[in-house]
Nanobody
Framework: QVQLVESGGGLVQAGGSLRLSCAAS????????MGWFRQAPGKEREIVAR????????HYADSVKGRFTISRDNAKSALYLQMNSLKPEDTAVYYC????????????????????WGKGTLVTVSS
């Protein structure tokens, strides 16, 4: 029973920054691995970054390494994605996701065991 709501998307010029937030409901937020995914029109959903349920280990897609930072605040039941040096190719709907199983980290791509999804927030990067 995890409900997710994203916010923070918008229009930004190439080279700019945005910070996405994901508000989660449920007292077991800290028990779930979390992640950010994105999907451009006509393309499949792809991983952006993820963080384990314990230890806060983070993983990033090669396309965003060095530019994006994922973090979680269990006390606030929130997940964040700081996006810097944005490129037009980053344009997509960004989704917050939580693992379908608590207390476990799934390392199988492409969805890494995510079973709960927000409705997404649109990020548009202009040239």
């Amino acid at each position: 029973q995890v409900q997710l709501v994203e916010s923070g998307g918008g229009l930004v010029q190439a080279g700019g920054s945005l910070r996405l937030s994901c508000a989660a409901s449920g007292r077991t937020f800290s028990s779930y691995a979390m992640g950010w995914f994105r999907q451009a029109p006509g393309k499949e959903r792809e991983i952006v970054a993820r963080v384990t349920w314990s230890g806060g280990n983070t993983h990033y897609a090669d396309s965003v390494k060095g530019r994006f930072t994922i973090s979680r605040d269990n006390a606030k039941s929130a997940l964040y994605l700081q996006m810097n040096s944005l490129k037009p190719e980053d344009t997509a709907v960004y989704y917050c996701a939580a693992s379908s199983d608590p207390y476990y980290d799934n390392y199988h791509p492409p969805l890494y065991g995510m079973g709960y999804w927000g409705k997404g927030t649109l990020v548009t990067v202009s040239s």
